[in-house]
């Protein structure tokens, strides 16, 4: 994940400067707010890269469950970086309004944009097909920002070609109002998923039941399986639950069944942390008598 989210900072810099050509060839304001997204996008691979290395340290003593959180933090960051880039754009297209001027070159520019839009998207897939991969919220986060840019740069593209062909230059601000818009929706989605995970928020439905069929299948000898809790942070997932076993059951006898039941899970979810608190029969709350060890 460190090597791409070096290679990230490259590609950003590399359309950036696309782009601020693209932008200084046409005095566009619509690619100016293209250019702008992307200098957030460069600030956001420092951010991203910064937030990589900090989440893999092993865990020390301030930190006994890891740092696997600091992803978080960068894709608040860019969330952030992305609703002032929006402002700044609308600011640019105020000034535009009162001062309409004809695109330079606009074929020369666009295609120059262009360029730098096919890179993105190439980019961005890979980002993010790596983010969900390594469960890497930071990647994500990157990746489905530089698609954003790219959707905002293919409507850019069309309507400034419109422009061009019918003479409206009102179109060149409305389009740049447009790409302010959606990224400032885009900005808003990455820092409320960013929340949620700071919030430490559970497994989803499906990951939940592969979980519980995981710790059924492998508990044999317990009694009963009750209080599943499951939190997200970063690219690790943390699983406790509590598991009922006869009151009579040696330690020994019971520390294999929770060796089983972790390496199970160890095996089908990458960096998963598991805790598991074993009680007596005495603490069930389901009655005994069934085959299949039960969740309560």
């Known amino acids: 994940m460190a090597t791409l989210a070096v290679w990230s900072i490259v590609v950003a810099f590399v359309v950036l400067g696309f782009k601020a050509a693209a932008w200084w060839i046409t005095g566009s304001v619509a690619l100016y707010s293209d250019a ?27 930190h006994p469950f ?8 960068s894709a608040v960051l860019e969330g952030v970086l992305i609703v002032v880039a929006a402002l700044l754009i609308l600011t640019e297209v105020w000034r535009s309004w009162q001062n309409a001027a004809p695109l330079e070159q606009p074929w020369k520019g666009l295609a120059v944009n262009g360029v730098a839009t096919v890179i993105n ?15 890497s919220p930071a990647l994500v986060a990157d990746g489905q920002h530089i698609m954003t840019d790219v959707v905002t740069s293919v409507g ?7 422009a061009v062909l019918t003479g409206w230059r009102i179109l060149d601000p409305a389009l740049a109002v ?29 990951e939940n039941i592969r979980i519980r069929d995981i710790i059924s299948a492998n508990s044999k ?21 509590h598991l009922i076993v006869d009151g009579d059951m040696p330690v020994r006898e019971s520390h294999l069944i929770c060796d ?21 029969d005495d603490e069930a709350k389901l009655p005994r008598g069934t085959t299949a060890v039960p969740f309560a």
Not at 122 to 128: H, K
Not at 185 to 206: E, K, T
Not at 260 to 269: F, G, H, P, Q, T
């Open 36 to 62: 702008l997204e992307s200098t957030v996008n460069v600030i956001a691979a420092f951010a991203a890269y910064w937030a990589i290395q900090v989440s893999h340290k092993p865990a020390d003593d301030d």
């Open 66 to 73: 890891g740092h696997h959180k600091a992803e978080y933090f």
């Open 121 to 135: 998207a190439v980019w961005a897939g890979i980002l993010i097909r790596a983010g969900r991969s390594d469960k």
């Open 156 to 162: 850019v593209f069309v309507g400034l070609v419109g």
């Open 178 to 206: 447009i790409v302010a818009l959606n990224i400032l929706w885009q900005g808003w989605h990455v820092i409320g998923s960013s929340l949620n995970g700071l919030m430490d928020r559970a497994v989803d439905i499906q």
């Open 221 to 241: 000898g317990a009694i009963e399986v009750h209080d599943l809790k499951t939190r997200i942070a970063g690219r690790a997932t943390f699983i406790e639950f």
């Open 260 to 280: 089983r039941i972790e390496d199970a899970l160890k095996a089908e979810i990458p960096s998963v942390r598991v805790v598991i608190h074993v009680e007596p």
